[in-house]
Structures are given as C-alpha cells and as structure tokens.
C-alpha cells in the first residue's frame, strides 16, 4: 500500500522514479529493507544530507523509534513534516537560534537548503546573556557564504515559555520552516520529549528541520 501511494505521488508530481540519475536532477526512488527502524534510519541517514520523516508526536513506536534514530544516531538534519505543507516551504525559513551546538549543527549541515530560500530571519529569546547567543555572529558566517538574513527579530518577553515564543514568532512572521537544534533524548518511550523541543513538535502546524 505504501509503495503504491509512492507510486501515485510520483506520478501526480511528475517526478521520475531513477535509482541512478543527475544529482542535479529531481528523481526518486524506492528502497524496501527488513529489520530495525533504528539501525536502518541511522545508517541510511548517515549517507544522506537529508531525511524527513513524520512528527513522531503524532504518530506511534515506529515514528519515534524513527526521529530518535534520525536526529540522535545519524548526526544529519532532519525535516519533520507537519500534517499541511506550505506550498513554498523555502519562502520564509526562521531560524531559532541561542548558540547552542545543536543549534550550529543543523545550520551548518544545512547551508546547501538555506541558499534555496527566498527569505531568512533569525530569532532568539533575550535574556542577560543575550550576547552570549552570537546572533551577530551567525548572521556574518550565513553571509560568508553567500545567505543573506534579515535582522534578528528578538521576541517580547512575557509569561510564555521559550518554545512558545518561538512558535509564536514564527506566525508573527509568516515562516514557511522553522531550523532548530533538537535538545532532549527521546530514549524513554513511555514519556516523549520534554520542554522547548516537546513543544514545539506537539505544537508547531509548520515543518521543522532539526539536529542534535
């Protein structure tokens, strides 16, 4: 069943289906194998630059056991899709950004995505160690290579917790894709993610492109 919706998606989109073609071409193709979601996900996803999957908030064990193996044991980014795609999703990608190692590596392993935008903006909580973020800095190094951002939109303080500021700055702003490093384990099955990375998965109605 879930080959034959491949099938009817690539047909309708017009998209070849080529296990080898141009890199610089839009192809795709299908790839069945048996064992664990965690080893097969980590090991593909180590010989990609991508992967997307499902929120794992709305899904079962298997997508969980899929976003864990993606952002925790690949060390690639990971687009999770939300349940409606903008129609552009690189019409406005905002990057939440407070100077984290997470947060350096999903940009930096995604430099290639961030050039197809049409528009960047970085946002960031204020705090007393504000400085301390870089937002400067990340705006200088995306320039560096050729990404030009829009100043950091820096979102007002109130009683809100810092994953809802970040959502709610995203609507503010109309973001197509949110870039986020992912900051908790999921390890545990019976209690998901917590705080900011928990929030917004369970909340956000946009895509979101993570690493850990």
Known sequence: MAREAFQRWSAGANVPQQSVHRLDATFASWREQSGEVETIVALAGR????????????????????????????WRPTLIVSEQLPGDLLHHVVIAWNGSLEGARVVGQSIALLHEAKRISIITIPSEHERETGVA??????????????????????????????????????????????????RLRQAFLGGVTQHILATARLPILMAH
């Open 47 to 74: 010989v990609n630059d991508l992967i997307i999957i499902d929120n794992p908030t709305k899904g079962g064990r298997f997508e969980t056991a899929a976003f864990d193996a993606a952002v925790f044991s690949s």
């Open 137 to 186: 800095d990340l705006g200088h190094y995306l320039h560096r290579h050729g990404i030009v951002v829009e100043p950091a939109a820096l979102v007002s303080l109130t009683s809100w917790t810092a994953g809802e500021k970040i959502l709610a700055s995203c609507k503010s702003v109309g973001a197509t894709m949110l870039v986020t490093g992912a900051y908790t384990h999921s």
